[in-house]
């Protein structure tokens, strides 16, 4: 099968609405619509959490939940296709407070790094922005993340999705399917994970030091062998600025053209293209 974005769609939403919330197709293709137009009011979608699929496997005591629905940018016939993984569409106290929304019974759903959000490219987001950005240019570039759902399981917060997951291992191998289903879709050309749980998670294998040359930590899932894997460090404002510069120069890149954190995505962005282009 020829893969179209109208295809592409059509087929996620199959997979959306019987792996990861079951909410009407309507309301699901209104969210991609709203995302491609620059009007934000309808940038934040809440639904409650009873429409979430059972395969979620959601603890009784899950809040502050969030979905990301796959999105990408791009000519999807362009010369590869790149999906980009991260590991959970984290959420955070305020957006709920913001939206007015129920901590403990909604669910907030949005898309990976918050990129159908013009004012979030343009602000925490930038790096991430800078980089998919100028990759889809010459590709097609498909976000998503290992887990579909984010909640956290205690009111501390020192539990998080991944790590309730982690410790339930019966349930990995379901949520993790879901993934699986979008390579299968996808056909990517290229896997590219950012930070070291992305690639922990996904591979199972230990993590090798990711400030290296990206050639060193390249791998492959055993489910696709023919799909390189590239481990990134993370572009997020938490990551050490020495490990993201440490990174760029181990990759042969002149650190003085990426000097400000949003040029980083930049910098990101030309590694890719090198290695792609050798």
Avoid at 24 to 33: A, F, S, T, V
Avoid at 73 to 102: C, H, Q, T, W, Y
Avoid at 218 to 234: A, D, E, M, R, Y
């Amino acid at each position: 099968m020829i893969i179209t974005k109208k295809n592409l769609t059509e087929e996620l939403i199959k997979i959306i609405q019987t792996d990861i919330i079951n909410i009407p197709k309507e309301n699901i293709l209104d969210l991609y619509e709203s995302w491609s137009q620059t009007n934000e009011k309808s940038s934040k979608w809440v639904f409650d959490k009873k429409y979430i699929s059972e395969k979620q496997f959601l603890p009784l005591n899950a809040y502050l939940l969030g979905i990301d629905f796959p999105y990408w940018f791009g000519n999807i016939s362009a010369k590869k296709r790149i999906m980009v993984i991260g590991i959970d569409p984290l959420r955070n106290e305020n957006v709920f407070n913001k939206v007015k929304a129920d901590k403990n019974n909604d669910v907030l759903i949005g898309t990976p790094y918050a990129l159908h959000s013009i004012k979030m490219r343009e602000g925490r987001t930038r790096p991430y922005w800078e980089f998919i950005n100028s990759l889809s240019q010459d590709h097609f570039v498909y976000l998503t993340d290992i887990y579909k759902t984010f909640f956290y399981t205690d009111s501390s917060k020192k539990e998080r999705s991944y790590v309730y997951y982690k410790q339930h291992p019966s349930k990995l191998s379901s949520i993790k399917n879901i993934l699986e289903q979008e390579i299968e879709l996808l056909k990517p050309d290229l896997i590219i994970t950012l930070g070291k749980e992305s690639i922990v998670q996904l591979t199972e294998q230990k993590c090798n030091k990711l400030s290296r040359n990206i050639s060193l930590n390249k791998t492959h899932l055993k489910s696709f062998p023919n799909i390189p894997i590239i481990p990134l460090v993370h572009l997020s404002g938490a990551t050490r600025k020495a490990n993201i510069i440490n990174f760029m120069i181990a990759n042969n890149l002149n650190t003085s053209n990426f000097e400000k954190r949003w040029q980083y995505g930049l910098g990101y962005s030309t590694i890719i293209k090198n290695y792609i282009n050798k």
